[in-house]
T-cell receptor
Framework: GAVVSQHPSRVICKSGTSVKIECRSLDFQATTMFWYRQFPKQSLMLMATSNEGSKATYEQGVEKDKFLINHASLTLSTLTVTSAHPEDSSFYIC???????????FGSGTQLSVL | DAKTTQPPSMDCAEGRAANLPCNHSTISGNEYVYWYRQIHSQGPQYIIHGLKNNETNEMASLIITEDRKSSTLILPHATLRDTAVYYCIVQIQGAQKLVFGQGTRLTINP
């Protein structure tokens, strides 16, 4: 199955700084990747769908100017949390879809803590 | 919105079969039922999926009722490492994205 590498696994930053999270599909060319966010003891919430070579599609309520997504190649999507604030502290997870009715493969997640 | 209903938590003894139910009464004819699990502080892991026939793989079995309004995930011999949150998800047709509900927190007890 597809292997998804997410980096970093944990990041601590100061309020007002930007943080970039990388999601790599190691053995599958992914035209579509998904970004989720998960707060403690809550379920995963889909933030956006990342499309290779085009603009990402954001879910309702997710600020596209705050959560910048770039999917410049078939194996890499990045999520940049701009001007991070403590309320952005969360577990961010990327995933790769291997086909229209196939399964999702998930990265190991990135725990973001904004001080 | 999630289209599934699951019990918030369940317990199971180690070595016994864990049966996790899921209701999806509004499922459409061409929507699949997926099961994923999430061990603490990790990304979710795919377990199994099916359309209308029962499915089995090395991890689990999936039993889907004939009317497809509910399903059961069966872990035949639960181990302590099966402690996780289990998500039952119905695929949204055409959107190619999965919406997660609250899942069932399964605790395997020694």
């Amino acid at each position: 199955g597809a292997v998804v590498s997410q980096h970093p696994s944990r990041v601590i930053c100061k309020s007002g700084t930007s943080v970039k999270i990388e999601c790599r599909s190691l053995d599958f060319q992914a035209t579509t990747m998904f970004w989720y966010r998960q707060f403690p003891k809550q379920s995963l919430m889909l933030m956006a769908t990342s499309n290779e070579g085009s603009k990402a599609t954001y879910e309702q309520g997710v600020e596209k100017d705050k959560f910048l997504i770039n999917h410049a190649s078939l194996t890499l999507s990045t999520l940049t949390v701009t001007s991070a604030h403590p309320e952005d502290s969360s577990f961010y997870i990327c995933s790769v879809l291997t086909g229209p009715n196939e399964k999702l493969f998930f990265g190991s997640g990135t725990q973001l803590s904004v001080l | 919105d999630a289209k599934t209903t699951q019990p918030p938590s369940m317990d199971c003894a180690e070595g016994r079969a864990a049966n996790l139910p899921c209701n999806h009464s509004t499922i459409s004819g061409n929507e699949y039922v997926y099961w994923y699990r999430q061990i603490h502080s990790q990304g979710p892991q795919y377990i199994i999926h099916g359309l209308k026939n029962n499915e089995t793989n090395e991890m689990a079995s999936l039993i889907i009722t004939e009317d497809r309004k509910s399903s059961t995930l069966i872990l035949p011999h639960a181990t302590l490492r099966d402690t996780a949150v289990y998500y039952c998800i119905v695929q949204i047709q055409g959107a190619q994205k999965l919406v997660f509900g609250q899942g069932t927190r399964l605790t395997i007890n020694p």
